[in-house]
Every structure is written in C-alpha cells, then in structure tokens.
C-alpha cells in the first residue's frame, strides 16, 4: 500500500485531503501539533509532532517510513503570515523534514506553494512564465522553498511537485477571512462593508483544492502546478451570491470601503498544466461551494 506523511492535517486544506487520501488508497499517516481528528481515529494513523523539531522528525521517519510526502504544514496566521519571521522558520524546518524524507527511502513530495509568488501586476499566473517576484515574505519564502525542494530532488532522484494555491473557501476556514467574514455577517442579519468589488479573482472551493493536491501526489507531474478554478470570478458577484444563498441580498453595501491602492485588479490561473498534464478539473460550481460554506456556518452559529 501507499504510505504517505501529511503534514498540517488540522488545517484548512489539510483536514479536507484526509479523506482524499484515503479515497485514493493511501495509508495515511497524519501530523499535527494539536492532536487528532476522532472521525478519523480508525482509518488514519495520527502523529502528534513539532516539525521545528529535528529529533521528532528522525523520530517520525523512522516510524513511518513514508514512500510519500504531501507538506502543508505552515504558520498561517490571519493578518500576521504576509510579514511574519517565522516564515524563515518554516523554510529551515521544511528543508529538514524534505531532507529526513529522502534519507529515510522517500519517493515522491509534493509541497504547497502559493499565489503570492508570483508578480502580481501581470494579473494572469503561468507556471515557468510569469514572473516570480513576490512583494511579500510569506511569498519570498515559499518561492525559494520550491527552488530549493526542486533541486533537492533532482540530486536525491526522488519526484517531486509544488501545488502553487490561489484563493481558496469553504468549511474550515479562518473566520476573518473574506468568505466566511462575509457568510458570517450576512446570518446574523448585519451590514456587509464591501469595497466596489470589481476586482477578479480565481476562487476555487477547499474540497476541489485537496482533491487536486491528492491528485498530484499520485501522479508522476513535476515541478509547479497551478491549483486553482482557472475561472475568474468578480467579488462582487461572490458576495452578492453568498448573500442570496443566505436569504438577506440587500445587507451587502458594495462600495462602503475604500479598495488598496496596491489590491490588483485581476489575479487568475492559468490552469492548462493541471487540467490537461494531470487531467483534473474543478468538480464544484462556485454556487455548489458557497451552499456548503453557507450551511456550514449556519450550523456552526446555531450551535454555539
């Protein structure tokens, strides 16, 4: 059987490749620093482990001994990852745990990457094309992970790829965020401040993410991958859709806020490596995404 380590099993994406991983018949072995998911105790094994700690990754190596590895693992604080130090630590601590994969017989990695690598003033992202200047450290970070993870593997002859993110929604997510700060207060009946929303962006639900991640693990595709809908999508018209699906359209005030001025106008995938080098495609609509997080949220603030 495949055997795989997933880093970050308690966060957003990771707690949706869980399953993923299991339909696609891994033996799941699961790491967090919060414990473990007790849906899941009879089919994943579960590893309670500092990835900033060297022993723990011997430790967890030794243990596993994964032919797989699919690293999601990453400090993403809302309001603080864009800028943080810390995304420093997490580059050490990803190469230590890239480097115990490879010495422990590992085969095939696939890491997260992000949008934020790109240059954002080309609008339109194409791996190997666009231009990798990324204005923030978060970016800067992930962007010399994935050089240095694929050099990595060229010397150690192991495969390898890097899931680069766009923007992601659905159950799970960070509150504050957009989406869900918007689902949020459109069920407790309060005003949604929006700016103009006219810019356009490439939205792509949680459960399409992992399932493309999941995909690209259990391929043989190499280097960057663009993991997004390739669809654009005006964030007004987001909105006003998570508003009608809540039943309460007329709380939006589209222009309410004033937009950044360094907010791009456009920011979209090119999905043509994805779609026809892995043969994946998004299986949600974006309606069909929203009415899941919409209902996810309502059963969250009915229960609290």
Same mark, same amino acid.
């Given at each position: 059987?495949?055997?795989?380590?997933?880093?970050?099993?308690?966060?957003?994406?990771?707690?949706?490749?869980?399953?993923?991983?299991?339909?696609?018949?891994?033996?799941?072995?699961?790491?967090?620093?919060?414990?473990?998911?007790? !849906?899941?105790?009879?089919?994943?094994?579960?590893?309670?482990?500092?990835?900033? !700690?060297?022993?723990?990754?011997?430790?967890?190596?030794?243990?596993?001994?994964?032919?797989?590895?699919?690293?999601?693992?990453?400090?993403?604080?809302?309001?603080?990852?864009? #800028?943080?130090?810390?995304?420093?630590?997490?580059?050490? #601590?990803?190469?230590?745990?890239?480097?115990?994969?490879?010495?422990?017989?590992?085969?095939? *990695?696939?890491?997260?990457? #992000?949008?934020?690598?790109?240059?954002?003033?080309?609008?339109?992202?194409?791996?190997? +094309? /666009?231009?990798?200047? =990324?204005? /923030?450290?978060?970016?800067?970070?992930?962007?010399?992970? !994935?050089?240095?993870?694929?050099?990595?593997?060229?010397? &150690?002859?192991?495969?390898?790829?890097?899931?680069?993110?766009?923007?992601?929604?659905?159950?799970?997510?960070?509150?504050?965020?957009?989406?869900?700060?918007?689902?949020?207060?459109?069920?407790?009946?309060?005003?949604?401040?929006?700016?103009?929303?006219? +810019?356009?962006?490439?939205?792509?639900?949680?459960?399409?993410?992992?399932? *493309?991640?999941?995909?690209?693990?259990?391929?043989?595709?190499?280097?960057?991958?663009?993991? *997004?809908?390739?669809?654009?999508?005006?964030?007004?018209?987001?909105?006003?859709?998570?508003?009608?699906?809540?039943? +309460? =359209?007329?709380?939006?005030?589209?222009?309410?806020? &004033? *937009?950044?001025?360094?907010?791009?106008?456009?920011?979209?995938?090119?999905?043509?490596?994805?779609?026809?080098?892995?043969?994946?495609? #998004?299986?949600? /609509?974006?309606?069909?995404?929203?009415?899941? /997080?919409?209902?996810?949220?309502?059963?969250?603030?009915?229960?609290?």
């Amino acid at each position: 059987m495949k055997t795989v380590l997933l880093t970050g099993a308690r966060g957003f994406i990771g707690a949706h490749c869980l399953e993923a991983l299991l339909e696609r018949g891994f033996m799941v072995h699961a790491v967090s620093s919060r414990g473990r998911f007790n !849906n899941y105790s009879q089919q994943v094994e579960w590893h309670h482990a500092d990835l900033h !700690n060297a022993e723990h990754l011997l430790r967890l190596m030794a243990e596993v001994k994964p032919g797989y590895l699919l690293h999601l693992a990453w400090d993403v604080t809302h309001g603080e990852y864009w #800028s943080s130090l810390d995304n420093l630590r997490w580059v050490k #601590s990803s190469l230590s745990l890239l480097q115990a994969f490879i010495e422990s017989g590992g085969r095939r *990695a696939v890491m997260a990457g #992000s949008c934020a690598e790109y240059d954002w003033s080309y609008g339109y992202c194409t791996e190997r +094309q /666009t231009p990798l200047t =990324p204005a /923030t450290l978060y970016g800067i970070c992930k962007n010399a992970l !994935n050089s240095m993870s694929e050099g990595a593997g060229r010397e &150690a002859k192991i495969s390898t790829a890097w899931g680069r993110l766009f923007f992601l929604y659905g159950p799970g997510e960070h509150p504050e965020r957009l989406v869900p700060a918007v689902v949020n207060s459109l069920l407790r009946g309060e005003d949604v401040l929006c700016t103009h929303g006219d +810019q356009i962006r490439d939205y792509i639900y949680v459960k399409d993410a992992a399932g *493309a991640l999941t995909k690209l693990l259990d391929s043989g595709v190499e280097g960057p991958v663009n993991i *997004a809908s390739g669809r654009p999508v005006v964030l007004k018209d987001l909105i006003g859709a998570a508003a009608g699906i809540a039943g +309460q =359209p007329r709380l939006v005030r589209l222009g309410a806020l &004033a *937009a950044s001025k360094d907010d791009p106008p456009l920011l979209l995938a090119n999905t043509k490596r994805l779609e026809e080098e892995l043969g994946w495609r #998004s299986q949600y /609509t974006l309606m069909e995404g929203l009415t899941e /997080t919409v209902e996810w949220w309502r059963h969250k603030l009915e229960n609290i």
